[in-house]
């Protein structure tokens, strides 16, 4: 890594360190005032500025004579570019026209810049037009040249030298101020530009990182993809030989061996719900699970919902009823609206202690909207926690001696079922009172485009929920299950 | 870098004064600027964005010419010392010939000036430069105050091995002792790199004498002559 190089580290010229237009105003003030004119050069030798004052009828004159032009040519040139002395002196050249010109340098910081030129100027001793101009041309006039000259200003060596310690001052003052606004202005620049490249670099990093954290997250959904289906296989065929035992079709059974299988077939059961959660949050997450849309009655799936979890509500001793009301039927999945209707109630019922109650009701709401709320009697959830009740992996109580069993994935499910029905799903909770959970479907069933866990669709990638509003579409949801925890 | 242009015959030297914020950069060159004649230094710019902060820190031009004629230009820039001015420190670092490192000599400093110390040393790779090679001399400041560390900062020296200079700079003690130290030190680091005395004839006394006889020395160990005792 290497900086590019800095407006400290270069040679600023002198045009850059002062505002010409405001010094050209400068100079011309201060020519008008003393009646010499100001020549400034960088030290190239570019003209900056160039105030003439009286000079124009003399110097024309002259240059109207070919030898007059080529010395005027060979004493400006002198003026302009012949060395001076590197010292906060002026120095002095005398034109063959018996005029004069003082040359100043521009030191800053020990260097020569550029140099001021005063002049022509008439030196006040001067008497008399000299040789070397009045044999410039035998049809020389001396008479009109020294009238031209009167324009021209007198000035004494001691004045000479007064105003131009005052300019030279001036000018120190003023190339000091433009290099610290010049310097101010670039270096500001060069810091913005500086962090904004140590950010960029800073952002890259950040964003390999996060490549390789979701190709990771990746590679762990498919893992949990292909063990879901693997583990499920083998556990179908353990169910199912239970089952057929159970049937007698291995021969009598005891009592003792009827009650040993049947323990077989529950925990098969459930385990085999657990995975299917599982298989449905990697379908999720990797943005496989596809709507099969048909038209839903919701009163149909709330007795379905409510008749498979009875079981487990009754042997808890509790009371699991659902008020019938009048619901137009919505677009939907119905497999996936019952499987989010299951898990609320299984949590219900879970989350409930013995003697609670856990109802179930809908309600049409304005906008062609649909309510279905699970409320139930039990210990409800603190108010830090609801936020985040929905996340995938969440729980509540997250310590290895909790009570309540789960794999924190049923809520996470709803979540993505309903938001991918276009609707939303929400909680609310009185902790020792009891806790309400509300899905909201739109009755036309607009299927949303929806990122898993809700939020992320903007960041593309693979992570898009496909869903398609295929009425006669393979419905590619898991096998049915009577309930995920 | 040092260049030394063989045509202008002209030398130049650029010094930054680094170090944790307070620990007495400015105050350095403030004392600097008193000490040292006005025909041979500019005068003490001091760049100061007050509403954004974006920008903060010192320059100091010193100009002179040893017996040989040769020019020497040296520039004196302090770095700002707050946590956000980062990428300036950078900038301003960039292709410095040497460092004085200006620390507060305290204890309970120690923490916040090897922080600044990696930092300099972060920002100089940045750079392209080496602090294992770059002259670096350490200022040991404040040291009127209690509660004085004596380890002669072996921590920081553990990367570059450069010598301590004890200073008081607000009261200007052991300023011109941190320069002329500083200065020794680039010489030598001069004659490896371009030969100033082997091919350029320029002795170490001439080099610093042409600075230091400029320099109001009265009350300094750096005696009239330019040498230190």
Request: aromatic fraction near 6%; hydrophobic fraction near 40%; charge should be neutral.
């Given at each position: ?23 050209t ?30 000079n ?72 008399a ?39 030279a001052e ?88 009827r ?34 849309m048909?038209?839903v ?184 299950s009577?309930?995920?925890? | ?17 680094y ?5 007495g ?110 002259p ?8 009127d ?46 004659e ?12 170490e ?13 009265r ?11």
């Amino acid at each position: 890594m290497s900086l590019p190089p800095s407006v400290l580290q270069q040679q600023i010229p002198l045009g850059d360190l002062l505002e010409l237009k405001s010094f050209t105003e400068v100079c011309q003030s201060f020519a008008e005032l003393y009646r010499i004119g100001v020549k400034v050069f960088d030290a190239a030798g570019n003209k900056l500025v160039d105030m003439k004052v009286g000079n124009a009828d003399f110097c024309g004159y002259i240059w109207q004579k070919p030898d007059g032009r080529s010395q005027c040519i060979a004493t400006v040139q002198r003026v302009k570019g012949e060395a001076v002395p590197e010292e906060p002196n002026p120095t002095v050249f005398d034109c063959f026209s018996g005029c004069r010109y003082a040359v100043q340098p521009v030191l800053y910081e020990g260097d020569v810049i550029g140099r001021v030129v005063f002049g022509p100027f008439v030196p006040d001793d001067l008497v008399a037009l000299p040789n070397t101009l009045t044999s410039i041309s035998a049809d020389f006039d001396e008479r009109l040249a020294a009238g031209y000259m009167q324009k021209i200003r007198r000035v004494p060596r001691a004045t000479a030298e007064k105003v131009l310690k005052h300019f030279a001052e001036l000018v120190d003052v003023l190339v000091f101020t433009g290099h610290k606004n010049l310097l101010t202005a670039r270096l500001h620049i060069e810091a913005v530009q500086e962090s904004y490249r140590e950010l960029h670099e800073k952002n890259a990093q950040l964003q390999e990182a996060f490549h390789a954290l979701k190709e990771l997250d990746r590679l762990k959904s498919n893992f949990l993809a292909t063990m879901s289906h693997e583990l499920r296989t083998p556990l179908t065929s353990v169910i199912g030989y239970s089952e057929m035992m159970l049937e007698g079709l291995g021969g009598p059974l005891t009592a003792e061996q009827r009650e040993y299988l049947q323990i077989i077939m529950e925990k098969g059961e459930s385990l085999l719900q657990l995975i299917t959660s599982i298989l449905d949050i990697s379908k999720i997450e990797a943005g496989r699970v596809r709507l099969a849309m048909a038209e839903v009655d919701l009163a149909a799936v709330m007795r379905d919902a409510v008749s498979t979890v009875m079981p487990l509500a009754r042997k808890k001793g509790l009371r699991l009823s659902w008020q019938p009301a009048p619901l137009p039927r919505i677009l939907g999945d119905r497999e996936k609206l019952r499987q989010c209707l299951i898990n609320l109630v299984n949590n219900a019922v879970k989350f409930t202690p013995a003697g609670g109650a856990v109802s179930v009701e809908a309600r049409s709401l304005p906008g062609e909207r649909v309510a279905l709320a699970v409320a139930d009697t039990g210990i409800g959830i603190p108010s830090q926690h609801l936020p985040r009740v929905f996340d995938v992996f969440y729980q509540v109580d997250g310590s290895s001696t909790r009570e309540f069993g789960g794999a924190g994935l049923g809520l996470a499910i709803v979540r993505s079922y309903v938001e991918a029905h276009g609707g939303e799903v929400s909680v609310e909770s009185i902790v020792g009172k009891g806790t309400t959970f509300t899905m909201v479907l739109p009755v036309a069933g607009k299927p949303a485009a929806v990122a898993p866990q809700g939020g992320e669709a903007a960041s593309g990638g693979a992570g898009a929920l496909g869903v398609a509003a295929a009425p006669q579409g393979v419905p590619a949801s898991p096998p049915s299950s009577a309930a995920a925890g | 870098m040092v260049t030394l242009n063989k045509e202008t015959r002209e030398l130049s030297i650029k010094v930054v004064y680094y170090g944790p914020a307070l620990s007495g950069k400015t105050t350095n060159l403030q004392a600097l600027f008193q000490k040292i004649e006005p025909k041979v230094r500019g005068r003490l710019m001091t760049i100061d964005t007050k509403d954004d902060r974006t920008l903060f820190f010192d320059m100091m031009p010193v100009f002179f010419r040893t017996a040989a004629g040769i020019k020497v230009k040296l520039k004196l820039y302090t770095v700002p010392g707050q946590v956000m001015h980062e990428s300036t420190r950078r900038i301003v670092l960039q292709g410095t010939d040497a460092v004085a490192f200006v620390a507060d000599g305290r204890r309970s400093e120690a923490g916040t000036t090897l922080a600044y110390w990696n930092n300099m040393l972060r920002n100089l790779e940045a750079n392209g430069l080496d602090p294992r090679t770059l002259p670096i001399v350490i200022q040991k400041n404040k040291m009127d105050l209690p509660d004085q560390r004596d380890d002669d900062f072996a921590d920081l020296r553990q990367s570059a091995n450069a010598p301590v200079v004890p200073a008081v700079a607000v009261r200007g003690e052991g300023v011109l002792e941190t320069l002329h130290a500083l200065l020794l030190v680039v010489y030598r680091d001069m004659e490896q790199r371009i030969g100033i005395g082997s091919r350029w004839g320029i002795g170490e006394r001439e080099f610093l004498d042409a600075i230091f006889t400029h320099v109001d020395v009265r009350g300094s160990r750096v005696q009239a002559a330019g040498s230190a005792p």
